[in-house]
């Protein structure tokens, strides 16, 4: 069946660091791939996605590359900032009509001054 | 973007007692909505999936007795949690499905059963 896999955390990085968030997929067909960034006490917002392969998605200095050869859709951004700290979740939806979202373990991810 | 809402943000209710939680879709209608719950520092686990007009589709191991959805409209989907125990508390979190199949998700409610 459809699975993701994302690096554990936490992620502890200074502000302005390079952030990598590493997430991987299992899925059979075209699946449509998510990142999305839940906040202390929040619910989820959707980040970024992408529908097809080597397609890129982006958001708030956050990128995401579709990448079938290696099934992966690492999160990327090239200066994080305190405000960043949050729990990031990478999901798969598979193709063919509305199917459920698949989520990955979630990585925390703390920002310091 | 769409909004959806959910109602308690959080409760705190008595060993014994039920809790109804409410998700609305604010703009948009939705046929189908989901339910989630997440344990402190865990991912989402869903529960059930919850279809207008008809039965909600749980997951397996989730009690369909114990928590009750009840999809009456196509703007409102309830979670009713019976007889709730401490175990039951968790985060809730509901999510729709607008009609272009993109997913937003609620705040979240916080159940905390003494």
């Known amino acids: 069946g459809n699975s993701v896999t994302q690096m554990e955390g936490p992620v502890t990085l200074s502000e302005e660091a390079f952030l990598t968030i590493n997430c991987t997929y299992t899925a059979t067909g075209y699946p449509s791939l998510f990142w999305y960034v839940q906040y202390p006490g929040e619910g989820l917002q959707l980040l970024l996605k992408a529908t097809k392969a080597d397609d890129k998605g982006s958001n708030k200095g956050f990128e995401a590359t579709y990448r079938k050869e290696t099934t992966s859709f690492h999160l990327e951004k090239g200066s994080v900032q305190v405000s960043d700290s949050a729990v990031y979740f990478c999901a798969l939806r598979g193709s063919g009509g509305y199917n459920k979202l698949i989520f990955g373990a979630g990585t925390r991810l703390a920002v310091h001054p | 973007g769409a909004v959806v809402s959910q109602h308690p943000s959080w409760v705190i209710c008595k060993s014994g007692t039920s809790v109804k939680i409410e998700c609305r879709s604010l703009?948009?209608?939705?046929?189908?909505m989901f339910w989630y719950r997440q344990f402190p520092k865990q991912s989402l686990m869903l529960m059930a999936t919850s279809n207008e007009g008809s039965k909600a589709t749980y997951e397996q191991g989730v009690e369909k007795d114990k928590f009750l959805i009840n999809h009456a409209s196509l703007t409102l989907s309830t979670l009713t949690v019976t007889s709730a125990h401490p175990e039951d508390s968790s985060f809730y979190i509901c999510s729709a499905i607008d009609p272009s199949y993109e997913q937003y998700f609620g705040p979240g409610t916080r159940l905390t059963v003494t």
């Open positions: 703009d948009f209608q939705a046929t189908t």
